[in-house]
């Protein structure tokens, strides 16, 4: 079964610091991932996704991802946090016919003025 | 224009009664889902219509009963309400194309409080 976990419930950056959000995944076959963020009162919006087409993913927002194999990793960077980027962010991989996502229990991520 | 919209936003309601959540998608998606989003803000899916064919049912009560009318409507019925129903309830729809990287579209969500 797949399934991500991501470190760190809270995160909390500078405004114009690096941000950095982990997420490490299991498969037992080639995973699709994907990168949601759900601001306050909303629902989720894709920010973006592996489909093992490159690496480096870019996202909407200025945020990119980079899967890396031996590492089962696949963490979300964004190189200048801003304010608007405080939000809940979720980390999620498809099954392997891809009718269903499975989420990690999300990261908050808060910027600091 | 409203890609996945859900009705109600809010709703508010005693324990025992029974309450209904709809969902419409205008984006012309063959699989529609519902998830449950807890206060810890942990989302688990619920169930999964693909054509109007129930696909995922993920051990969730029988009080919760879903029905699809047509693919692009996807309602989520609640009977006997309890307390630890409260949470808030998202639909979503993907592409039709049965494609590992085809991601879902959410609607705004429907919080649901039972008092």
């Known amino acids: 079964a797949q399934s991500v976990t991501q470190l760190g419930s809270h995160v909390s950056v500078s405004e114009g610091a690096l941000v950095l959000l982990r997420c490490n995944y299991s498969s037992s076959v080639p995973p699709y991932l994907f990168w949601y963020v759900q601001y306050p009162n909303q629902g989720l919006q894709l920010l973006l996704k592996y489909t093992s087409a490159a690496t480096l993913v870019k996202g909407i927002n200025g945020f990119e991802a980079e899967f890396k194999k031996s590492e089962t990793s696949f963490h979300l960077t964004k190189p200048s946090a801003h304010m608007s980027d405080a939000a809940e962010y979720f980390c999620a991989v498809s099954s392997p016919r891809g009718e269903k996502l499975t989420f990690g229990t999300g990261t908050r991520l808060t910027i600091i003025p | 224009d409203t890609a996945v919209s859900q009705t109600p936003k809010y709703l508010v309601t005693q324990m025992g009664n029974d309450k209904s959540i709809k969902c419409e998608q205008n984006?012309?998606?063959?699989?529609m889902y519902w998830y449950k989003q807890d206060s810890k803000k942990f989302l688990k899916i619920m169930f999964s219509?693909?054509?109007?064919?129930?696909?995922i049912n993920e051990t969730v009560p029988n009080r919760f009963s879903p029905k699809s009318p047509d693919k692009a409507h996807l309602n989520l019925h609640i009977n006997s309400l309890e307390l630890g129903d409260s949470a808030v309830y998202f639909c979503?729809?993907?592409?039709?194309?049965?494609?590992?990287?085809?991601?879902?579209?959410f609607g705004p969500g429907t919080r649901l409080t039972v008092l």
């Open positions: 979503a729809s993907r592409p039709t194309e049965l494609s590992s990287y085809n991601e879902q579209f």
């Open positions: 219509y693909n054509n109007k064919e129930l696909i």
């Open positions: 984006l012309g998606h063959d699989t």
